[in-house]
């Protein structure tokens, strides 16, 4: 099992720049999770989908983030127009539907995301 | 306004001795909580969880206490290793079922020194 893929990594872009962020999610996980983490804040979760469904995106913080999950292999987390405010490292992560409970969340690598 | 609180941001203990993390929260409908483990430029891992029917859960040398009363929790590692150091979260989930959301603390950086 290859885990949670996260891409790219690092992202350095310039204020106003539409910035795209990849999850691919562990196999046969029905639920996925998108979070930002930064040093003010900690772990925030932003939108969280079961099976492709959006289910809660009270915390994408503006208009300008959008998430999709087109099938249960891929997610797109997008921010468009992006500011120097939205630097933070971004984690995708998923888990089956008993898992939260037992074993928690499978979590990416993240991606550093710099905004200038 | 944090929900869950971990009050110490690092924790420095010897290695071999015991390593106690502490976290508070302040919902009452709180009813899972969980332990995750972070290294530098990776993800969060999972390390243990305990639901609020118990007081305690224990696995390996982790161990963690749950005091429903004074709404507080902590993680013990005993004995303490150096492969321990890394960023420990405390995390809550108001409930079961549907809702997967779980609320973070900040984190308690932990160093254990050889």
């Known amino acids: 099992d290859a885990g949670v893929i996260q891409s790219p990594r690092h992202e350095v872009t310039e204020m106003g720049q539409e910035v795209t962020l990849r999850c691919k999610p562990i196999s046969g996980h029905d639920y996925l999770f998108w979070y930002r983490q930064t040093m003010m804040r900690g772990l925030e979760l932003l939108i969280y989908?079961?099976?492709?469904?959006?289910?809660?995106d009270s915390g994408m913080p503006e208009d300008r983030f959008s998430a999709k999950m087109p099938n249960a292999s891929f997610s797109t987390l997008k921010i468009q127009p992006s500011e120097p405010r939205d630097s933070a490292v971004y984690f995708c992560?998923?888990?089956?539907?008993?898992?939260?409970?037992?074993?928690?969340?499978?979590f990416g690598s993240g991606t550093r995301l710099t905004v200038v | 306004d944090q929900q869950v609180k971990q009050n110490s941001p690092s924790l420095s203990v010897q290695e071999g001795r015991i390593s106690i993390l502490n976290c508070d929260y302040t919902?009452?409908?709180?009813?899972?909580f969980l332990w995750y483990k972070k290294y530098p430029a990776e993800g969060p891992t999972f390390l243990i969880s305990i639901s609020s029917i118990k007081d305690k859960n224990e696995d390996g040398r982790f161990t963690v206490f749950l005091n429903k009363s004074a709404k507080h929790l902590s993680l013990h590692i005993v004995p303490s290793q150096p492969g321990d150091s890394a960023v420990y979260f405390c995390?809550?989930?108001?409930?079961?079922?549907?809702?997967?959301?779980?609320?973070w603390g900040l984190g308690t950086s932990l160093a254990v020194n050889p």
């Open positions: 992560a998923s888990s089956k539907l008993d898992r939260p409970y037992k074993g928690g969340y499978t």
């Open positions: 919902n009452s409908m709180f009813d899972y």
């Open positions: 989908f079961n099976n492709n469904v959006p289910i809660d």
């Open positions: 995390a809550a989930s108001a409930k079961p079922g549907n809702n997967r959301k779980l609320i």
